[in-house]
């Protein structure tokens, strides 16, 4: 299992209070069971540290995982990303929550609804701004979304592979360094045969895929 760089950085600034991760998304991420996987992970892997997700949603199920986790997120099912950076969403929950560390899986909507993807990065910019906004040395993580083929969007899978070309290219422009925007490609090798239970929405195997790889870059 890769061991990240990021985190040892982060606690070196971050004193003895808990770092506060906030899990930004749609339906991917709440119900999200790689919350639950990665909440795991990082607690396994680094016993010392003082690991908290925060967020205005709570939730927990996750059935096929046994062990316990920390439920808070910032998941919205059905939400744009366009929407919650236009009409002021995300500046109440960071007020509520302000979070050192957001990571972000969001898009999937937009791409479903048919926005066009220069006005997809634009939200994208907003929001950056806005968690700047909260905490100026604020850290992002950006994934690059998993692939999602849906009955009634035949053209969905490439705009998607267009969209995370693009979040590739604004990454590098938009990244700073007091407060960094790290990379993560959820989309490589993710099969949404295989990974999802509808062609968008991961299962199990999905969950544990999306887990490790955010787990890398933390």
């Known amino acids: 299992m890769k061991f990240s760089l990021l985190f040892p950085i982060l606690f070196s600034t971050i ?3 808990a770092l506060k991760i906030m899990p930004l998304g749609d339906s991917i991420t709440n119900p999200g069971c790689w919350r639950a996987i990665l909440y795991n992970l990082l607690n ?3 016993p010392a540290a003082q690991i908290s ?3 205005t949603q709570v939730s927990s199920g996750c059935d096929f995982f046994k062990g316990s986790y920390d439920g808070r997120n910032e998941g919205h099912a059905g939400w744009l990303a366009t929407d919650i950076a236009n009409n002021g969403h995300l500046v109440e929950w960071l007020k509520e929550t302000k979070p050192d560390v957001v ?7 937009d791409v479903w609804r048919g ?7 634009e939200a994208y910019g907003k929001m950056v701004e806005q968690m700047r906004g909260s905490k100026r040395d604020v850290k992002i993580l950006v994934a690059k979304i998993i692939p999602m083929n849906p009955g009634n969007c035949p053209s969905c899978y490439q705009k998607v592979i267009e969209l995370n070309r693009a979040i590739g290219s604004w990454v590098l422009r938009k990244a700073t360094q007091e407060s960094p925007i790290t990379l993560v490609d959820q989309w490589r090798g993710f ?3 295989r990974e ?6 991961p299962n199990a195997e999905g969950d544990q895929r999306i887990a490790v790889r955010w787990y890398g870059a933390v």
């Open 115 to 121: 926005i066009p993807t220069e006005k997809i990065i």
């Open 103 to 109: 990571m972000m899986h969001l898009g999937t909507n």
């Open 15 to 17: 004193s003895v209070n």
């Open 53 to 55: 997700f925060v967020g």
């Open 191 to 193: 099969d949404t045969a």
């Open 196 to 201: 999802t239970s509808d062609g968008v929405h």
């Open 44 to 46: 396994s892997y680094h």
